[in-house]
C-alpha cells in the first residue's frame, strides 16, 4: 500500500497501489498541511480508479474498460520525496516492475521501521494499529487504505514528535541487507525466527538492519549458522535500495 509523501509543507498528490497479485487500484490525496511535530491535514479529491485484478470485492462491472494510467502514477509519484507504504518490502517491488521510471525513489515503510510497541500499540497490522486509536475503515480499497495510514502518521506519539517523523527519521538512517549466502539447510528455522526471509529467486535468506546492529549479527550468524564454514554477505542501503530486488 504505498503512497508518496513530502517531508516539509506543500501542496502535493499522494498516491496509494494496493497491490495483491497485481497494482489493483489508485487512489490520490491532497496533503495540504503537515507539521512533524502537529497532525496532518487532509483533503480527498475525486480521481480516475484503475483496475486490473479481481481482488477484494472488484466485480467485472467495476473492472471492465478500466486500466492504470501509468503516466499519471509516475507523474504523481516522482514529485515525492520519499514513498511510503505499511509493506514496502511486498509492495516496491511490484511497484518497480510496472512502472521502472521510478525505480530508485526513496521508500519508507511504516511497518518495519517504527517500533510499535514502543510506542505503546500492539501487532502492525494497519486495521489493527488504526483500531487502537479508535478509528475503523472499510479496508482493501485504495483510498480507504491511504486515508487511515495517514490519518496514522499523523498521530503525536510519546515525545511530542508525529509517527510520520519518526519514520522519516529512521529511513534517513543507513542500514544493512544481510544476506544469509551459503548458509546451511538446517540453519533455515533460526533464521526465520530471527526475522530472515526467504529469497526464491537468489535462493538465500536475507534480513535489513540498523547499522548498529552490524557486529552482533555477523558475530551471531558466524556462531550459530555457519559454525566457519562461509560467511554472509552485508550490503549498505540508503531508502532508495531498501526493499527492492
Known sequence: ???????????????????EIGIEEIGAFHLVALDQSQHLAVQSRETAVRHVQVVDQLTDDILAGQRIDDEAAIELMSSADIIVAHNAAFDRPFIDRRLPAIAG?????????????????????LGYLVAQRGWFFEGHRAQNDILALIYLLGHVAAGGKTILARLIAASESASYKVNAVDAPYDGKDALKARGYRWDAAMRYWSRTIGA??????????????????????????????????
Not at 513530502?6 to 499522494?14: E, K, N
Not at 517504527?114 to 502492525?124: K, S
Open 1 to 19: 500500500m504505498p503512497m508518496v509523501a513530502p517531508r516539509h509543507v506543500r501542496d502535493p498528490g499522494i498516491v496509494e497501489l494496493t497491490t
Open 105 to 125: 525513489r526513496p521508500w519508507a515503510c511504516s511497518m518495519a521501521e517504527i517500533d510499535w510497541l514502543e510506542l505503546g500499540f500492539d501487532g502492525r497490522a
Open 212 to 245: 548498529e546492529e552490524m557486529g552482533s549479527e555477523r558475530t551471531w550468524l558466524l556462531q550459530e549458522i555457519y559454525a566457519g564454514h562461509a560467511e554472509p554477505a552485508f550490503h549498505l542501503q540508503t531508502a532508495c535500495e531498501r526493499y527492492g530486488r
